[in-house]
């Protein structure tokens, strides 16, 4: 009696190759199946964070754009990912200073958007020429102490700046279009406004 | 002689789960899958809602800008509010009350320019209404005519993944010069 027991107590005890075999295949089974499930939640939680993170964003830079256009009397220059836009003639000389303007460019290097701002105590406020173009005036002082970037929107991949007029100058409406990068997730922008610091007329 | 009881009982048990055990464990499983499952893809359909209304707020200001920067008066002198003798289209609008009745299809959204929006965007259809008001501003110092313009966006149903259709609207009202 007492050999029956012991050997009872010893297949009690341990398991078989076979049934380790089968347990094994069915962890790993249940574990895949378990591990498949929590990457496509951490996926599609991260997908979720990226786009929630894209509309801030995109709510932010319309604003901010929209903004800078609307406290603006004149767009002097736009081209292929940037503008210039012209505050107003603050010191009634009829043409734009330094310290009067805003440049908003896309930078596709760093693929970042950037704003140019004059601070407000300036080493020299050099005058431009309407007529001549102004990336190339301002040439020397962008990206300088008179003239510092200040980085509006990283991930972007473009911009486009549209006018509804052919010249310029001459423009009274700006729509702009962004496209904007979050992970896997890329979305657009699109915005317009009006120049509203015009003089009287 | 046999073996005690407890002892019997003890490996009866450890002989592995009984068929209601295990489907116990399988349901507790599954709904505990199905719930996570649930709660990421209401996540996930609540931010793309959000996104939805973020580009037809978007529409909708851009419209409204648009209209905004038309004078208030006709330069013509026309008073009839809507689109003036001779003006066909948008480019001839040149005052504000010009853009009443104006509509874009889904599929035709433009800007200001006259370029298409994305595609993205051309779920959407666009309308204006511009209608003579007068509003009481105490401040002011009494009633004030102008005229309130209204921008509607719609998401047609069909396009809003088998939900009921929806619309955004953005007002402003537009003060006539005294």
Redesign the interface.
């Known amino acids: 009696m007492r050999m029956v027991s012991r050997y009872k107590r010893r297949r009690a005890n341990g398991l078989t190759l076979i049934e380790l075999m089968l347990a094994l295949a069915g962890m790993s089974l249940v574990g895949s199946a378990v591990a498949s499930m929590l990457l496509a939640v951490s996926y599609g939680t991260q997908a979720d964070k990226n786009l929630r993170g894209l509309i801030t964003k995109q709510m932010a830079l319309r604003s901010r754009l929209s903004a800078a256009v609307r406290e603006s009397a004149m767009v002097l220059e736009q081209g292929d990912g940037y503008v210039f836009l012209w505050g107003a003639d603050a010191d009634d000389s009829g043409t734009p200073n330094l310290s009067e303007i805003t440049l908003v460019e896309f930078d596709s290097d760093t693929r970042t958007l950037n704003t140019y701002r004059a601070p407000a105590t300036l080493a020299s406020d050099p005058a431009y020429d309407l007529a001549l173009a102004f990336t190339t005036q301002t040439a020397g002082v962008k990206g300088s102490a008179d003239f510092p970037a200040t980085r509006w929107a990283s991930d972007v991949s473009g911009f486009v700046v549209t006018l509804d007029h052919a010249t310029a100058q001459s423009a009274r409406m700006l729509g702009y279009r962004l496209t904007l990068v979050a992970g896997d997730e890329q979305d657009e922008v699109v915005g317009a406004a009006a120049l509203r610091n015009l003089e009287d007329e | 002689?046999g073996?005690p009881a407890p002892r019997a009982r003890c490996?009866r048990r450890?002989?592995g789960f009984t068929l209601l055990e295990v489907l116990i464990a399988s349901m507790i499983l599954a709904f505990a899958?199905l719930g996570?499952?649930q709660a990421?893809?209401a996540?996930?359909a609540q931010?793309?809602d959000?996104?939805r209304r973020?580009r037809a707020t978007?529409?909708a200001?851009?419209l409204l800008?648009?209209v905004?920067?038309k004078p208030y008066a006709d330069p013509q002198a026309e008073t009839a509010v809507g689109p003036d003798t001779g003006e066909s289209g948008r480019d001839d609008f040149d005052n504000v009350d010009d853009y009443h009745g104006f509509a874009e299809a889904a599929g035709a959204l433009s800007?200001?320019?006259g370029?298409l929006?994305?595609t993205?965007?051309q779920r959407f259809e666009r309308s204006v209404t511009v209608q003579p008001q007068t509003v009481s501003v105490a401040g002011l110092g009494g009633d004030r005519s102008g005229m309130l313009v209204t921008v509607t966006v719609t998401e047609p149903a069909e396009s809003a993944g088998g939900s009921a259709g929806r619309s955004w609207t953005v007002t402003r009202f537009v003060p006539e010069a005294p």
């Open positions: 002689m073996i490996f450890s002989a899958t996570l499952v990421v893809s996540a996930q931010t793309y959000a996104l973020a978007a529409l200001d851009a800008e648009e905004l920067s800007d200001h320019a370029a929006y994305p993205r965007f």
